[in-house]
C-alpha cells in the first residue's frame, strides 16, 4: 500500500533531514563561516526552537525557509528536524523566501539583486511590477540588478572583504579588468570610501589611446595609403611638377611631397 505523505495544515512534522532538499530558486547564495557556526553551536545547546518552513515534492520535501538550519542540523547529525507543512510550489516558495530573508534575515545586496532578477526573468515582469509585489520602490529594483554587472569572483571578493554597496557601485564605472584592479587596491591598500572614490576618478582619467583607436588605424592602413597614392597620381595627370618620396617598412609607411608654388612652363 502507497504511503501517503502528510496534509499540509500548520502542525509541526518531524521529518529526517535527507528528505529534505533545497529550493533552487532559494534567495541565499553567500553562506557566512563565522555565523553559521555560531548557529550551530546554539542548535547544539538548545535545539531547534523554530520548525523549518517545507513544502511536499514527488521525492520529498523542498524547504521554503530555514536552509541554515536545516544545513546545521545535518551538521550536527541530527536524525530528524521539526517542519511545518505549507502548500506552495517553487516559485510561491522562492517568493517567500525572499521575502523572509528580506524581513528576517537580510541577505547581501548581490543576492537581493540576483532575487530581483530571477524573479523578473521567472514571471517575465516589469520593474515597477516586482516592486509592487515586494513592497519596494522601482529604482531600488533597478539600481539592485545593475550591480549584476560585477563579474560574481569579484562579487565574492567583496562580499569576503566586508566592502560596503557604495564600494561595489564604485566598480560599474569601470572595464572588467579596471574593476579587478580597482578592487585589488581597495582590498590590498584598504582603502576609505573617498580614497577608493579617488582612485575611480583616477583611473577613469588616466590618458591612453580609448579602446579600438589603434585597432581601427591599422586596420584601415591599406586605405588611407591607396587614397595618398591615388591624390599622388591625380597631381601629376593634372600637370603639378610635385616631387613625391615614399618609404615603407614594417613599422610604417611615409610620404614626403614637394609642391612648387608656381607652375612651371
Not at 516558495?93 to 524573479?119: G, K, Q, W
Request: proline letters at 5%.
Amino acid at each position: 500500500m502507497k504511503k501517503q505523505k502528510p496534509k499540509a495544515g500548520g502542525r509541526i512534522l518531524m521529518l529526517p533531514p535527507e528528505t529534505l532538499r533545497e529550493n533552487p530558486l532559494r534567495a541565499r547564495i553567500y553562506y557566512n563561516d563565522a555565523r553559521f557556526d555560531d548557529l550551530v553551536r546554539s542548535i547544539r545547546l538548545c535545539g531547534i526552537l523554530e520548525p523549518l518552513t517545507v513544502c511536499a515534492q514527488d521525492d520529498g520535501y523542498m524547504i521554503v525557509s530555514g536552509e541554515r538550519r536545516w544545513r546545521a542540523a545535518v551538521t550536527l547529525g541530527y536524525r530528524s528536524v521539526p517542519c511545518v507543512l505549507i502548500r506552495a510550489d517553487a516559485d510561491r516558495a522562492m517568493v517567500s523566501d525572499l521575502t523572509n530573508h528580506l524581513n528576517h534575515d537580510p541577505l547581501s545586496y548581490f543576492e537581493i539583486a540576483a532575487c530581483y532578477e530571477r524573479l523578473r526573468d521567472r514571471f517575465g515582469l516589469t520593474y515597477e511590477e516586482t516592486a509592487a509585489r515586494l513592497g519596494v520602490s522601482p529604482g531600488e529594483i533597478r539600481e539592485k540588478v545593475k550591480l549584476l554587472q560585477i563579474p560574481p569572483h569579484l562579487r565574492r571578493k567583496i562580499l569576503e572583504n566586508g566592502l560596503s554597496e557604495s564600494y561595489a557601485r564604485l566598480l560599474l564605472r569601470h572595464t572588467d579588468a579596471e574593476k579587478d584592479l580597482l578592487l585589488g587596491k581597495i582590498t590590498e591598500q584598504r582603502l576609505t570610501l573617498t580614497q577608493a572614490k579617488e582612485e575611480s576618478d583616477a583611473l577613469l582619467h588616466k590618458p591612453g589611446p580609448r579602446p579600438g583607436r589603434i585597432r581601427a588605424f591599422y586596420t584601415g592602413v591599406t586605405v588611407f595609403v591607396n587614397t595618398i597614392d591615388r591624390a599622388c597620381a591625380a597631381m601629376r595627370d593634372g600637370g603639378v611638377d610635385a616631387q613625391i618620396e615614399k618609404d615603407e617598412n614594417d613599422e610604417r609607411v611615409e610620404y614626403r611631397i614637394s609642391i612648387p608654388k608656381r607652375r612651371t612652363s
